[in-house]
């Protein structure tokens, strides 16, 4: 690896902007991966968050503390150095997601960019296999890579001020679950009755970075049968009996 | 044990907050915190806490509150109108809030000068925290109380002050509050996507003044201007969002992420608003104007650590602790010894005898008191300019609120209907609805005719009696302040 292509950014005077590359490519997502890794590993003073994404990685510090043109030294230095990855095997998990509908309103904007029919983006949403490239966003948000590349469409123009939990949505090339209730300029397919995000529970996160993800298409009826089984006690407003009416 | 607030009214939009969690970005978690740090610190440290203690963010409408037990309360940051039983109270100075006390916050009495007060209570207040951290994250639906913003009913409890009141009260800000310059610029460092914007997208945003939209939250304060112009689209690849970073969706209108931003996202950033004027920005209400200028880094740097040099030990000094008798300089006049004639005179304590005290500073011109013997404690604090005589009180005079919004005349013979509280009103349920009520219709008494939307919260407005209603005086999104007059009712025809 070379510190060819790099780039820094000031982000103001607290944080800074490292970026790799321009293009999502899984083989950049991982060396991302492992360069913010092994900022992490640095510990370096002063600098309190590291946000990796596909191509970047944001850096968060203390101005008292950290100094600017030192803590980029330090990056480019790592990026000199070759890649360490101990990845740990990764965690296959299956969403089921009721597509279309009043909980995929934006899947037939989707069949019609893509000029498929709404049968056919779901059939090839769901046949992928992705990988969690980035959490962020919300607590329990998921970046995933492996869309492909039919299904591309550009974020809605003006964002929704509210995008219920638990919907799946396309933005870009990307995919992802609302792990919350948030507003989103994605574009919604369905919504897996699947709790992303409980502060409450062991793991809060359903999802973790390096998880490899697929889509099952279930009914109106599934999603009901799911959502019921599955505690939720933070989000009355995702209940079925809300949602499925 | 066991001294709490008790929320009467919640107010618009009030949070516990704290200085959040930094630290878990990375699994999506957002900062939060204060969105006026500044404010937060200060008022902490005039009651004697450490300046992450948790207190109570209160947004352009407070809310009414029960004090059950005696605590030392500083209100600072914005003047929201601030009162303790109904009268008008300082802010940045330490209060001595009593058992039963309620402080409220009176809309007449807002100078319309800031967006948001805090109430930072000796002590903290002290629920459990979530992730290291009291903050509520409104975002993330956990913190301060049950993830959300107050409601009636709720019950806050306070921790354990680490002073008497009578330390906390002798505290006083070094210097005074900066008074906000509404025209000063929002000094921001470019980029990081400077090269998606077109160089009229880049002028335009730096010439051109924006309004801050009501739908701004603690998340983002969304501003409305000419549009900037992107020359690549507005998709990008999701990358992490950095305090105050200020992002362009495509409709190009700037959205400036606060405190409670998501930590990722995806739309193009013209600039990021530095550090040293988060604060400032935060204050700005719905329908105030702001422009942006330039600075580069090591500008913003300076002024971040001068800003947070302001907010230090140093930002406060304690006043000596008052003995027998009074400092020369405090007394206007009276001699020590004749104070300590009357001191020395008065040996019971009983009503007589501090109303003989009190009549004889009066006499002697002192302007303010504190006796403090025991439990027993006498605060006494004359005005010269209203020239009331002998009447004495605590809390300062009210000033008059010069209102910029003229309220109409009462027709004669109509009722009128006055907006509740400030936002955007609007006629119709959704843009693409028929209005709620049209001008000549008949309405009853509680029928829904309009509504207020402030901090993307909506406010329904309801007739206020039986009648025609003849005319609306504000047009369908249009933004109004407390007590403007929304629409007359006459008698029905």
């Known amino acids: 690896m070379s510190a060819i292509g790099i780039s820094f950014q000031p982000l103001a005077e607290s944080a800074l902007l490292f970026s790799l590359g321009d293009e999502i490519d899984p083989a950049l997502v991982n060396r991302v991966m492992a360069l913010a890794a092994a900022i992490d590993r640095e510990a370096i003073d002063g600098v309190t968050d590291v946000v990796s994404s596909y191509t970047t990685i944001m850096v968060v510090f203390d101005p008292a503390v950290a100094d600017y043109d030192a803590l980029t030294d330090a990056f480019t230095r790592l990026a000199d150095e070759p890649a360490t990855s101990a990845d740990a095997p990764s965690r296959q998990i299956t969403i089921p997601v009721a597509y279309g509908g009043e909980m995929g309103p934006d899947l037939d904007d989707v069949a019609r960019h893509t000029e498929l029919s709404a049968d056919e983006v779901i059939v090839r949403h769901a046949a992928a296999t992705y990988v969690v490239a980035s959490m962020g966003f919300a607590p329990g948000f998921g970046f995933l890579i492996g869309l492909p590349a039919e299904l591309a469409i550009p974020r809605r123009r003006n964002p929704r001020t509210r995008v219920p939990a638990g919907s799946v949505a396309i933005g870009g090339i990307q995919t992802g679950v609302y792990s919350l209730e948030t507003p989103g300029g994605w574009n919604v397919i369905g919504r897996t009755p699947l709790v992303l995000f409980d502060h409450t529970r062991d793991e809060p996160t359903l999802l973790q970075r390096g998880d490899h993800v697929r889509f099952q298409s279930i009914s109106a009826a599934e999603y009901r049968a799911i959502a019921e089984a599955t505690p939720n006690p933070r989000q009355p407003g995702t209940s079925p009996a809300e949602v499925v009416a | ?493």
Request: aromatic fraction near 6%; charged fraction near 20%.
């Open chain 2, 1 to 493: 044990m066991s001294r709490s607030i008790a929320v009467i009214e919640p107010g618009l939009l009030t949070t516990v907050q704290d200085l959040g969690r930094p630290g878990l970005m990375r699994f999506g978690f957002t900062p939060g915190g204060a969105i006026d740090r500044g404010a937060l610190i200060l008022g902490n440290r005039l009651v004697g806490n450490l300046p992450s203690a948790a207190g109570l963010e209160v947004t352009l409408i407070g809310p009414r509150l029960r004090f059950h037990g005696e605590a030392m309360v500083a209100i600072t940051g914005a003047d929201l109108g601030a009162s303790l039983n109904r009268e008008s109270v300082p802010l940045w100075t330490p209060l001595l809030v009593r058992d039963g006390d309620e402080l409220s916050f009176d809309p007449l009495r807002d100078t319309k000068t800031g967006a948001r007060a805090y109430i930072c209570i000796a002590g903290g207040i002290d629920i459990a925290p979530v992730m290291g951290s009291r903050s509520t994250d409104l975002f993330g639906r956990f913190g301060g109380v049950e993830g959300r913003s107050l409601v009636a009913d709720d019950r806050l409890p306070l921790g354990e002050p680490s002073e008497s009141a009578d330390q906390s009260l002798r505290r006083r800000l070094a210097v005074p509050p900066a008074v906000p310059l509404p025209d000063q610029p929002v000094r921001v460092v470019i980029g990081p996507q400077r090269q998606r914007f077109t160089d009229a997208g880049i002028a335009t945003f730096f010439q051109a003044s924006f309004s801050v939209s009501s739908q701004s939250d603690r998340m983002g304060m969304r501003l409305s201007g000419p549009p900037l112009a992107l020359s690549h689209g507005a998709d990008m690849i999701s990358e992490g969002i950095a305090h105050g970073a200020i992002q362009v969706p495509g409709d190009g209108q700037p959205i400036v992420l606060l405190a409670g931003r998501q930590t990722v996202g995806g739309y193009p950033k013209i600039a990021t608003v530095i550090g040293a004027d988060l604060d400032r920005l935060g204050q700005r209400r719905p329908a105030d104007r702001i422009t942006f200028a330039e600075v580069d880094r090591p500008t913003a740097r300076e002024a971040h650590l001068a800003s947070l040099a302001r907010l230090g030990d140093d930002a406060i000094v304690s006043d000596p602790a008052p003995g027998i008798g009074l400092p020369r300089a405090n007394t206007g006049g009276l001699e020590t010894p004749m104070i300590e004639r009357e001191m020395g005179e008065i040996s019971g304590w009983d009503a007589t005898s501090v109303s003989r005290l009190v009549q004889s500073l009066h006499e002697a011109n002192v302007v303010t008191f504190r006796l403090q013997i025991a439990n027993l404690g006498v605060d006494l604090e004359w005005y010269r300019d209203a020239d009331t005589g002998g009447e004495a009180r605590r809390a300062r005079a009210a000033e008059p609120v010069t209102s910029s919004v003229v309220p109409s005349p009462t027709p004669p013979d109509g009722a009128v209907v006055t907006a509740p509280m400030l936002g955007m009103f609007y006629r119709r349920p959704a843009p693409d609805q028929a209005p709620f009520v049209e001008e000549g219709h008949p309405v009853t008494n509680g029928q829904q005719i309009g509504l207020i939307e402030v901090m993307k919260t909506f406010h329904e407005i309801t007739a206020s009696r039986d009648g025609t209603l003849t005319e609306f005086h504000v047009e369908d999104g249009q933004f109004v302040e407390f007590g403007q007059t929304i629409a007359t009712i006459a008698d029905a025809a």
